[in-house]
Nanobody, 115 residues
């Protein structure tokens, strides 16, 4: 059974930083595009950032220049470094793995940014 386990969320003041981690149990890791999504109360889940096996990245306009996604294949972990956090970044952040044939979600980690 594939598991994606997020960690690193919490409460931070505006302007602060957090690093989220997603440890997974995917056996064919390099087949998957790994991503971070977020969902704020009353809003739809949205893509934050994603990274291919070749380390190509894609970001939502709202986080460009502030967030960085990376992956450590040896540790089977994906990271989301979040800097210059804003109150509007408050959401539950989810890790996602997509191979085009199958996809998996983590349970989510709460990020709260106070003003």
């Amino acid at each position: 059974q594939v598991q994606l386990v997020e960690s690193g969320g919490g409460l931070v003041q505006a302007g602060g930083s957090l690093r989220l981690s997603c440890a997974h149990s995917l056996s064919r890791y390099r087949d998957y595009v790994m991503g971070w999504y977020r969902q704020a109360p009353g809003k739809q889940r949205e893509l934050v950032a994603r990274i291919t096996s070749g380390s190509s990245t894609d970001y939502a306009d709202s986080v460009k220049g502030r967030f960085t996604i990376s992956r450590d294949n040896a540790k089977k972990t994906v990271y989301l470094q979040m800097n210059s956090l804003k109150p509007e970044d408050t959401a539950v952040y989810y890790c996602h793995a997509n191979s085009g044939y199958s996809n998996y979600w983590g349970q989510g980690t709460q990020v709260t940014v106070s003003s």
